[in-house]
């Protein structure tokens, strides 16, 4: 199984950014995909999950702001970011979830300036 997460970068505070997972060797239609993220020197955080029948969560600091969606058909999950803000800067991490299963991407770092 490998995830492989993509899209981070640089941008001004209240610009946009859409991060890319592809998932590899899993039944993706299974899994529960998120997205996490780790600022320097604070815990890793849930930012967005999606459940198999498409029920969403969202931390509350980005609701309103970021988006999960995914594509099937390319295995793929995506993590719409608007708005984002100087606190939104961490690596992000997607991750895979069924049962006992946890899998986790590389990161991608994002970083947002004022």
């Known amino acids: 199984v490998q995830l492989q997460a993509s899209g981070g970068g640089s941008v001004l505070a209240g610009g946009s950014l859409r991060l890319s997972c592809v998932a590899s060797g899993m039944t993706f239609s299974l899994y529960t995909l998120g997205w996490y993220r780790q600022a320097p020197g604070k815990q890793r955080e849930l930012v967005a999950a999606l459940t198999p029948p498409g029920i969403t969560n969202y931390a509350d600091s980005v609701k309103g702001r970021f988006t999960i969606s995914r594509d099937s058909a390319k295995n793929t999950v995506y993590l719409q970011m608007n708005s984002l803000k100087p606190e939104d800067t961490a690596v992000y991490y997607c991750?895979?979830?069924?049962?006992?299963?946890?899998?986790w991407g590389q990161g991608t770092q994002v970083t947002v300036s004022s």
């Open positions: 991750n895979g979830q069924w049962y006992r299963s946890d899998y």
